[in-house]
T-cell receptor, first 116, second 117 residues
């Protein structure tokens, strides 16, 4: 079955540590996205990638980093510079990501990160 | 700036009752419109979407939504709610993707639906 997988489902981090969240898709989608979800705030875009080896900052990129070395993978690193990283992180993908396109985004199951 | 508003943070209905969840957006042109549903601790599932054409769209699980340009709204409806519909619902809007835009989605803050037996 095609879909988006995120791992781990739960992640605990000590203050000052970097952690990497995994996102993999087998939908053959060009575009991938990372969102952060906090209670009562909806989803906020962290980073997005329209194509392999390219990515752009979203609305809340500070303290985060990404890479897009393969079409199917878009890992997110939460660095120690992120002041309040405890949140639910969602990865999504869409068929196209180039200029002039707004396609349906499909979501993974999410990773809950807790900073101890 | 473009924005999306879901005025109701929390709605409670009885099982079997009708449901309407509100979504309003601020934008000058016709947007792309989506409704997603999220169960606790899960990802978002697409319920329905509107890109163009008939302004009344049908989705999964018996949901429908109507795009009203004059009111800048895209309200979600269901004639008879089931206990399994209890979840959080998000309206999302994709604004004009021409030019330098890539087709970003802006999400509302969500509406939590509680269903009483």
């Amino acid at each position: 079955d095609g879909g988006i997988t995120q791992s781990p489902k739960y992640l605990f981090r000590k203050e000052g540590q970097n952690v990497t969240l995994s996102c993999e898709q087998n939908l053959n989608h060009d575009a991938m996205y990372w969102y952060r979800q906090d209670p009562g705030q909806g989803l906020r875009l962290i980073y997005y990638s329209q194509i392999v080896n390219d990515f752009q900052k979203g609305d809340i990129a500070e303290g985060y980093s990404v890479s897009r070395e393969k079409k199917e993978s878009f890992p997110l690193t939460v660095t120690s510079a992120q002041k309040n990283p405890t949140a639910f992180y969602l990865c999504a993908s869409s068929i196209r990501g180039g200029q002039g396109h707004t396609d349906t985004q499909y979501f993974g199951p999410g990773t809950r990160l807790t900073v101890l | 700036a473009q924005s999306v508003t879901q005025p109701d943070i929390h709605i409670t209905v009885s099982e079997g009752a009708s449901l309407e969840l509100r979504c309003n957006y601020s934008y000058g042109a016709t947007p792309y419109l989506f409704w997603y549903v999220q169960s606790p601790g899960q990802g978002l599932q697409l319920l329905l979407k509107y890109f163009s054409g008939d302004t009344l769209v049908q989705g999964i699980k018996g949901f429908e939504a109507e795009f009203k340009r004059s009111q800048s709204s895209f309200n979600l409806r269901k004639p008879s709610v089931h206990w399994s519909d209890a979840a959080e619902y998000f309206c999302a809007v994709g604004f004009n993707a021409g030019g330098t835009s890539y087709g970003k989605l802006t999400f509302g803050q969500g509406t939590i639906l509680t269903v009483h037996p």
